[in-house]
């Protein structure tokens, strides 16, 4: 019991409130951090339905991340932060459509190059990868 009273943090009035609020503020953000089951939002209404089923789906986001993992990371960094290809993190400018378009097609910009993946990520899955960089908009260092 000696042990248990130990424990016990000195009364120290306004710190000991300053530490609760900061660990309320943790707690506030993990809270935000996991995403991966929350469905991408596509204001769309001209995507095809296969796409928009697609990301309407709320395990999307996170078989989209795990595609990106495997593909994409290499020129666009982990958790599309940018690297050899562009930042993807906070694009309010991408589509759904645009993302799918890319992916499909490729990119040959000013020696840039994106290779197109047509032939071998299905459309399903080039979806996917659509409603996960879409999620990208709404990282908390987004704000
Ligand atoms: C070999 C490097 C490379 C790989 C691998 C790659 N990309 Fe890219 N990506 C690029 C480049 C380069 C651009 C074009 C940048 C520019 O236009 O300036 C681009 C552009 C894009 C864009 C359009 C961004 C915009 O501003 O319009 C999207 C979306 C995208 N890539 C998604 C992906 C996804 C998803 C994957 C994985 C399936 C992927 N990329 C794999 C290099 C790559």
Redo the contacts with the bound molecule.
């Keep these: 019991m000696s042990y248990r009273f130990r424990m016990l943090p000195p009364r120290r009035g306004r710190k000991s409130r300053s530490l609760g609020v900061v660990i309320g503020m943790g707690l506030a953000l993990a809270a935000l951090l996991p995403q991966t089951s929350v469905a991408a939002a596509s204001d769309e209404p001209d995507l095809p339905q296969a796409g928009q089923d697609i990301i309407a789906t709320p395990g999307s986001v996170a078989d989209g991340q795990k ?2 993992g495997l ?2 990371t ?3 960094g982990a958790r599309g932060v940018g690297g ?3 930042p ?1 993190q906070c ?1 309010d400018d ?1 589509t759904a459509a ?2 799918y378009q ?2 499909t097609e490729g ?1 040959d ?2 020696g ?4 197109s ?1 047509n032939g071998s ?1 299905a459309e399903p899955d080039r979806w996917r ?1 659509a409603a996960y ?1 879409l999620s990208l908009r709404n990282l908390p260092n987004c704000k």
């Design positions: 595609l990106f593909n994409c290499y020129c666009h050899r290809g562009k993807l694009r991408l645009t993302v890319t992916i990119r910009s000013a840039l190059f994106m290779p993946w990520i990868l960089i």
